[in-house]
């Protein structure tokens, strides 16, 4: 992956960086970038009140896809602090599970009465899309009054940035800032993988030995569920990005040079992909279950393995305790691993929010210090450098790739 260098290198980049292919949450962001059409307008000079309780009584609309365990429990907890610090404001919350909030975002957005404070998903079909269409402002105002723009490596704060027109993803405004990050890699059963002779995988190779031993025996190599749609194109990711490699993943997602889906290595990977459909090691059925039921069955021990994002952590190790690991394959061995990942969804300021200087100073106390401590004791993975206690760990790795591994 062609990588800007950091302002700030001796930062652990947990996304964007060695380790990630690139690959940003909800993929749609591979789509090519819109064209024609100008973006509205919206104030983004002006001096920036960092005191909400100055603001006076004030209703902040939040709208946001933490709906899983983890994610929901920090989000909560750290609203709930916002408004004892802050009684003058109420926290009106609209959670959404990441496809219906893709589904729903822009229509409220262009409504009468937008939320203030919203989560976009990077790229060009969402982020893109509503900066063109003059539905987010501008924060640099609000990077540069709260540090966000020498906290975070310019790696991680260009993932949120696009041309006022929408037409160039990371360069121009900054459009948000992201609490965490997220990559995809391989849950696994510590007892099973023991029971069945089996060394932990380390490259795509083994980890194809250790799916077809675990269904010779009568265990269930995987366990998936794709009717939410998104864990399809995070179970592709993880193949791609052994199969074609960072810099060709990151060509296709931000429509640079002439990359295409059908090159040899994003065809291996479809390939791969279907030949275990093929040989049951996704199971029977599994367009018609969901992730959560995925996660269930593997947390409950009835499969080997689990390819699903560092935020179900939160819910497998309550569950499994020490019998759960985590890993990233390689492509060979010798090689550094390699996986799909990115930063979560940015949160950001709607160009019609009637309270810009509150809906900042909301995003600064989710991503402050305080807000990434939180965010981590609730099993969720901090943007920036991992604080050193957390209520629920992070799944052990059994490696280090450079730059930095949560």
């Known amino acids: 992956m062609a990588e800007r260098t950091p302002r700030h290198p001796r930062r652990r980049l947990i996304a964007a960086a060695a380790l990630a292919t690139g690959v940003l949450t909800g993929v749609a962001a591979c789509s090519p970038g819109p064209s024609g059409g100008s973006a509205t307008s919206a104030k983004t000079s002006g001096p920036v009140s960092t005191d909400p309780a100055k603001a006076g009584k004030v209703t902040l609309t939040v709208w946001d896809q933490n709906t899983d365990p983890g994610a929901n429990a920090s989000t909560e907890a750290l609203n709930k602090a916002f408004m004892a610090k802050y009684p003058n404001v109420t926290i009106k919350r609209v959670s959404r599970s990441f496809a219906d909030l893709k589904t729903t975002l822009k229509l409220a957005l262009s409504s009468a009465n937008p939320p203030d404070v919203v989560q976009a998903n990077q790229g060009y079909p969402d982020m893109g899309a509503f900066v063109k269409a003059g539905l987010l402002q501008p924060v640099d105002r609000y990077a ?52 069945l002779g089996l060394p932990l995988p380390t490259t795509l190779t083994g980890f194809e030995t250790a799916l077809a031993k675990a269904k010779a025996s009568g265990l269930q190599p995987l366990s998936y569920g794709d009717a939410d749609k998104s864990p399809g194109i995070h179970v592709f990711g993880v193949i791609q990005a052994l199969t074609a490699g960072k810099p060709e993943v990151r060509k296709l997602v931000f429509d640079e040079g002439d990359a295409k889906w059908t090159d040899s290595g994003s065809l291996k990977a479809a390939t791969t992909l279907r030949r275990w459909a093929d040989k049951g090691y996704l199971g029977s059925g599994f367009n018609g279950k969901s992730k959560d039921q995925a996660v269930a069955s593997f947390g409950q021990g009835k499969s080997l393995f689990l390819l699903e994002g560092t935020w179900q952590s939160a819910v497998l190790a309550p569950k499994m305790k020490k019998n759960v690991g985590f890993t990233a394959l390689s492509p060979a061995a010798g090689q550094p691993p390699l996986t799909q990942g990115g930063e979560g969804l940015a949160w950001s300021v709607t160009s019609k929010s009637k309270h810009p200087d509150v809906a900042g100073a909301y995003i600064d106390f989710l991503v402050n210090k305080n807000g990434m401590k939180v965010a981590a004791a609730h099993g969720n993975l901090p943007t920036l450098p991992r604080p050193t206690t957390s209520r629920h760990p992070a799944p052990s790795t059994r490696t280090s790739s450079p730059g930095g591994r949560p």
């Open 144 to 195: 540069k009054a709260y540090g966000w723009d020498t906290a975070f490596p310019s790696q991680l704060l260009d993932l949120n940035r696009f041309s006022p027109d929408g037409k160039t993803w990371e360069t121009g405004n900054l459009y948000g800032v992201s609490q965490t990050g997220e990559i995809i890699g391989v849950y696994y059963n510590k007892a099973k993988l023991k029971s």
